[in-house]
C-alpha cells in the first residue's frame, strides 16, 4: 500500500512540475506602443511592451498598455478618470487638460478597458485641434516593408470626417514623408503613393518614418524599419554615378595639366 501511495505522490509531483515547466516557458504577452505628444512629436514609436495587469484590475487592458509605456521615460505623464464609469484619458506623456484619442489595431475605440492581447497595436495622441476628431488619423498602408532591390512602395491614408459625421479613409496627397523626423523631399503623389529606398534609412537600427501634412491636422502615421545591408540596392545609384563621373573628369584634367605644364617646362 505505502508503494502504490508513495507512487502515486510522486506522479503528482512529476505531473505538476511538468505543469510549471509549461507555464515558466509560455511567453508573456507583447504589444507595440505609440505615442504622439501635444505638437504632434513622435516619443513613442511602436515600441515593444511586455503586457502585465499593470493596474491590478484582473485584466489586461488599453490602460495597462499605457501605464507600462510611459513607466520609463515619463512614469507620472499618464493619468485618467473614471467620469461616468467609463475611463478618460486626463494626461498623456505629461500634457493635462488636453484632448486625447487612442487607436487599437487601426481601429477607434472608446474605452481604456477595452481589452488587448499579444501582438496588438496601440496609438495614443493628443488632438491638437483641442477636440475629439479635430486631427485625422493617418496610417501607411502596411506595418512591415519588404525591400526588393532596395525599394518599397507604400500609401498613405488619413481618415476625414464626411458630412454624415462618418469617418472615411482616403489616400493622402501631397504629404510630405520624414525619417527619424527630418523631412526627406519624397511626397506622396495624388493615389498618396510613395517610394521608400533602403539607403535613405541608417542600416541596422530602427528608423522612424512618418509624414507632414500642410493641408489639415494630422495624427503622425508611424512606420518603424530596421534594414539590413542585404536591403540595400545593388547597383550605385544615379546620383552616386554621376558624382564618381565627375571626379573621375577632374583627376584626369588635373593629371593632365601637370604633365602639360611639365613638358612646357622642359
Excluded at 484582473?58 to 467609463?86: I, N, Q, R
Excluded at 458630412?163 to 496627397?173: D, I, Q, R, Y
Aim: proline residues 3%.
Amino acid at each position: 500500500m505505502k508503494k502504490i501511495v508513495s507512487l502515486c505522490l510522486a506522479t503528482l509531483l512529476a505531473v505538476c512540475c511538468l505543469t510549471l515547466s509549461v507555464l515558466a516557458e509560455e511567453k508573456a504577452p507583447i504589444i507595440r506602443v505609440t505615442v504622439s505628444d501635444e505638437n504632434g512629436a513622435i516619443v513613442l514609436a511602436n515600441e515593444e511592451i511586455t503586457l502585465s495587469d499593470a493596474d491590478g484590475d484582473g485584466a489586461m487592458t488599453v490602460t495597462d498598455a499605457l501605464l507600462l509605456a510611459h513607466e520609463k521615460d515619463a512614469p507620472d505623464g499618464f493619468a485618467w478618470t473614471d467620469a461616468y464609469g467609463e475611463r478618460e484619458i486626463t494626461s498623456l506623456w505629461g500634457d493635462k487638460g488636453g484632448c486625447y484619442g487612442c487607436f487599437v489595431n487601426g481601429a477607434s475605440f472608446y474605452l481604456l478597458t477595452d481589452r488587448i492581447e499579444d501582438g496588438d497595436t496601440v496609438h495614443a495622441f493628443v488632438y491638437r485641434g483641442g477636440e475629439e476628431l479635430s486631427d485625422a488619423y493617418s496610417y501607411f498602408s502596411r506595418e512591415t516593408v519588404a525591400f526588393e532591390d532596395g525599394t518599397d512602395t507604400l500609401t498613405l491614408y488619413a481618415y476625414t470626417l464626411t458630412e454624415e459625421g462618418n469617418l472615411l479613409s482616403a489616400p493622402l496627397a501631397g504629404a510630405a514623408i520624414t525619417v527619424n523626423g527630418e523631412k526627406t523631399g519624397i511626397r506622396t503623389d495624388k493615389e498618396g503613393k510613395f517610394t521608400l529606398r533602403a539607403d535613405d534609412l541608417v542600416a541596422d537600427r530602427k528608423n522612424v518614418i512618418s509624414a507632414l501634412y500642410d493641408g489639415m491636422l494630422i495624427v503622425p502615421p508611424v512606420l518603424t524599419v530596421s534594414p539590413t545591408e542585404a536591403d540595400m540596392p545593388t547597383g550605385a545609384r544615379p546620383t552616386t554615378l554621376l558624382i564618381a563621373f565627375i571626379v573621375f573628369i577632374a583627376a584626369f584634367c588635373a593629371v593632365f595639366v601637370i604633365i602639360h605644364g611639365r613638358k612646357r617646362k622642359q
